[in-house]
T-cell receptor, first 114, second 113 residues
Framework: GAGVSQSPRYKVAKRGQDVALRCDPI?????LFWYQQALGQGPEFLTY????????KSGLPSDRFFAERPEGSVSTLKIQRTQQEDSAVYLC????????????FGSGTQLSVL | QKEVEQDPGPLSVPEGAIVSLNCTYS??????FMWYRQYSRKGPELLMY????GNKEDGRFTAQVDKSSKYISLFIRDSQPSDSATYLC?????????????FGKGTKLSVKP
C-alpha cells in the first residue's frame, strides 16, 4: 500500500525565494504533522493538523513558515523569503485518528538554500 | 541542556553483537517513549512504543524505560548488517499536543558483516 508521499524530493532555492513543499498522507489518516530535521539532528515538530484544522503551530520558527491542509488530505508547507538557516529535511507524517504516537513518516524533502 | 540527550555515536559493532542504545531526559512529564529507526535518506520508522516503566520485547528488540532515573534503552540482539541505521528516541508528555514528539539527536549504528 502507498505510504506518505512527499514532493519534491530535493529542492534548491536561492535565498529570498518562496518554496512550497507537498505532502500526500496515507489515505484515511486524519492527523498530519510537519517536522524539520537539520543535518545530524533529530526531527523537530513544526505543526499539526487534524483534518483541515491546524490545531498546533507552535513549532513554526517564524511567520515566514505557513502550512495548510484545505480539504483535510494533501498538505502544503510554504516558506517565504527563504534563508540559509531554512536548509534542512522537511518531514511529513500522518497517523490514523489522533494516535500521535504512531506516526508514519514520508522520506522528506531536502531543502537547500543557497 | 536539551530535554532529551542521546549520544550520536557513531557506534560500530560486529554482526551478531548485542547493541545497547540509550537516552536520558530531564522532563518528568514525559509519559510516552518511542524508538524510531531511520535509514539514510528515508523518514523515521517506528520500532517500539512504551507507556510505562519496565521492559517491552518485540523479536530481537527490547525497549526499557526507567522513569525514576529518566533513562530509556533499546537493546538489539543478534545484530544484522540490515540494522545499520540511525536510531532516534522520542518522547511525549501525557495529554500534550498530538504529534509533538521530542526527539533525541539519534545514534548512528553500523553493523559490520
Amino acid at each position: 500500500g502507498a505510504g506518505v508521499s512527499q514532493s519534491p524530493r530535493y529542492k534548491v532555492a536561492k535565498r529570498g525565494q518562496d518554496v512550497a513543499l507537498r505532502c500526500d498522507p496515507i489515505s484515511g489518516h486524519v492527523s498530519l504533522f510537519w517536522y524539520q530535521q537539520a543535518l545530524g539532528q533529530g526531527p523537530e515538530f513544526l505543526t499539526y493538523f487534524q483534518n483541515e484544522a491546524q490545531l498546533d503551530k507552535s513549532g513554526l520558527p517564524s511567520d515566514r513558515f505557513f502550512a495548510e491542509r484545505p480539504e483535510g488530505s494533501v498538505s502544503t508547507l510554504k516558506i517565504q523569503r527563504t534563508q540559509q538557516e531554512d536548509s534542512a529535511v522537511y518531514l511529513c507524517a500522518s497517523s490514523y485518528q489522533g494516535a500521535g504516537e504512531k506516526l508514519f513518516f514520508g522520506s522528506g524533502t531536502q531543502l537547500s538554500v543557497l | 541542556q536539551k530535554e532529551v540527550e542521546q549520544d550520536p555515536g557513531p557506534l560500530s559493532v560486529p554482526e551478531g553483537a548485542i547493541v545497547s542504545l540509550n537516552c536520558t531526559y530531564s522532563n518528568s512529564a514525559f509519559q510516552y517513549f518511542m524508538w524510531y529507526r531511520q535509514y539514510s535518506r528515508k523518514g523515521p520508522e517506528l520500532l517500539m512504543y512504551t507507556y510505562s516503566s519496565g521492559n517491552k520485547e518485540d523479536g530481537r528488540f527490547t525497549a526499557q524505560v526507567d522513569k525514576s532515573s529518566k533513562y530509556i534503552s533499546l537493546f538489539i540482539r543478534d545484530s544484522q548488517p540490515s540494522d545499520s541505521a540511525t536510531y532516534l528516541c522520542a518522547m511525549k508528555v501525557y495529554g500534550g499536543s498530538q504529534g509533538n514528539l521530542i526527539f533525541g539527536k539519534g545514534t548512528k549504528l553500523s553493523v559490520k558483516p
